[in-house]
Nanobody
Framework: QVQLLESGGGLVQAGEALRLSCTASGRTFSNYAMGWFRQAPGKEREVVAQISWRGGITAYADSVKGRFTISRDNTKDMLYLQMNNLKPEDTAVYYC????????????????WGQGVQVTVSS
């Protein structure tokens, strides 16, 4: 059974940092691209960051470029999202996702979703 489990969320003040982690199991996730989505209250779910199977290719939403960094440790089946200089508009539920291909391309179809973790940034 494929499982993605996020951790590291919480409540922080604007300007602070958080690191989200995602533990993957049930599939060889090191062979596939992975990513992070988020959904803010009243808004559609949006892609935040994506990373190719070996980490050589990354992509970010314009709203987080320069502040967020996606990384992975394939020896541990772990995915990370380092979030610096957080803003109130970053408040959302963040989801770890797994794709069915190795590289990062536009409009990738998500195959697996985590349950999500809440990140709240106060002003």
């Amino acid at each position: 059974q494929v499982q993605l489990l996020e951790s590291g969320g919480g409540l922080v003040q604007a300007g602070e940092a958080l690191r989200l982690s995602c533990t993957a199991s049930g599939r060889t996730f090191s062979n596939y691209a992975m990513g992070w989505f988020r959904q803010a209250p009243g808004k559609e779910r949006e892609v935040v960051a994506q990373i190719s199977w070996r980490g050589g290719i990354t992509a970010y939403a314009d709203s987080v470029k320069g502040r967020f960094t996606i990384s992975r440790d394939n020896t541990k089946d772990m995915l990370y999202l380092q979030m610096n200089n957080l803003k109130p508009e970053d408040t959302a539920v963040y989801y770890c996702v797994g794709y069915g291909i190795r590289t990062v391309v536009p409009d990738m179809e998500v195959e697996y979703w985590g349950q999500g973790v809440q990140v709240t940034v106060s002003s």
